[in-house]
């Protein structure tokens, strides 16, 4: 089982900065994909960045440039830098543990909003 608790979402004005961050508790395999997603009002919950154990990292075209994910093994966190916000970036953004080399599993946090001023 795994706990993912994510903090650092609030209100910014476009142009702004946030950085998000996701603590994650519980037996974590080394070659679990950590992620961000998120969810804006009406739409489906989207690909935001994704970091592998090795340090790869994958980001959705819209961000590229302007959002940053980054990982500590160490303290079994991840972290989602955002500048340059736009309003289209208002979402709930859910962190991500998805595991699918030998045994699968796939957990979400809770969420946190994240709402950007025009």
């Known amino acids: 089982q795994v706990q993912l608790v994510e903090s650092g979402g609030g209100l910014v004005q476009a142009g702004g900065s946030l950085e998000l961050s996701c603590a994650a508790a519980?037996?974590?395999?080394?070659?679990?994909?950590m992620g961000w997603y998120r969810r804006g009002p009406g739409k489906q919950r989207e690909l935001v960045a994704t970091i592998a154990s090795d340090g790869a990292k994958n980001y959705a075209d819209s961000v590229k440039g302007r959002f940053t994910i980054s990982g500590d093994n160490r303290k079994n966190m991840v972290y989602l830098h955002m500048s340059g916000l736009k309003p289209e970036d208002t979402a709930v953004y859910y962190c991500?543990?998805?595991?699918?080399?030998?045994?699968?599993?796939?957990?979400w946090g809770q969420g946190t909003q994240v709402t950007v001023s025009s």
């Open positions: 519980g037996r974590i395999l080394a070659t679990t994909i």
């Open positions: 991500s543990a998805r595991n699918e080399l030998g045994i699968f599993y796939e957990y």
